[in-house]
């Protein structure tokens, strides 16, 4: 049995969830979401999970008072992340994995997973239902535009592409884009 496997009947058996191949499936897959390419215990802490415990430490993942932290044992990891599923904020995942509810039927747990951060762009078969964080056509446009400026900006810093706009007009590119997608952002 790998390290993988004795942390996700961990956290199975201490939300008190059966360790049966739905709930496995669906625990590699959002493991997956959350840690690849990067190998799934590299941080003893495959959902990524922010839950500080006695002997973690803050991983730089997602600087701030809420970074990804990474635990010295599996065991604390798998503590931390019952903590996490059961601190109210999860009750549908909660309840899925309870019943052993296969990834491909929790599409009424996109605002929850979104909430967690991975979203649930992992999930089987899942369209998006509503508008928890489903990008518009203009906001995805926006994102994709912003991501040619930043390398566009990136190669030219870098020395890659010498001709083409100037750094100004660049870094003004990456700050207006920047500003409009922050604007909707907080528009929501």
């Given at each position: 049995m790998t390290t993988w496997n004795n942390w996700a009947d961990g956290v199975l058996s201490g939300i008190g969830a059966p360790i049966n191949a739905a709930n496995i499936d669906t625990l590699m897959r959002w493991s997956n979401a959350e840690t690849a390419p990067f190998p799934l215990m590299r941080w003893n802490n495959p959902l990524n999970t922010t839950q500080k415990m006695s002997g973690s430490w803050n991983t730089g993942a997602q600087p701030?008072?809420?970074d990804v932290q990474?635990?010295?044992?599996?065991?604390?990891?798998?503590q931390a992340t019952v903590i996490t599923l059961t601190n109210g904020f999860y009750p549908t995942i909660l309840t899925h994995l309870r019943n052993g509810v296969p990834a491909n039927q929790w599409s009424d747990c996109h605002a929850e997973l979104s909430r967690w951060g991975t979203g649930y762009h992992w999930l089987p078969q899942s369209p998006p239902t509503?508008?928890?964080?489903?990008?518009?056509?203009?906001?995805?446009?926006?994102?994709?535009?912003?991501?040619?400026?930043?390398?566009?900006?990136?190669?030219?810093?870098?020395?890659?592409?010498?001709?083409?706009?100037?750094?100004?007009?660049?870094?003004?590119?990456?700050?207006?884009?920047?500003?409009?997608?922050?604007?909707k952002v907080e528009s929501m």
């Open positions: 701030g008072p809420h990474g635990y010295p044992t599996v065991a604390i990891s798998i509503g508008d928890d964080d489903v990008l518009t056509p203009e906001e995805s446009a926006a994102l994709k535009q912003l991501a040619a400026n930043f390398d566009a900006f990136y190669a030219f810093m870098s020395g890659k592409h010498l001709s083409g706009p100037s750094v100004d007009e660049q870094v003004k590119r990456l700050v207006d884009d920047v500003g409009a997608i922050k604007a």
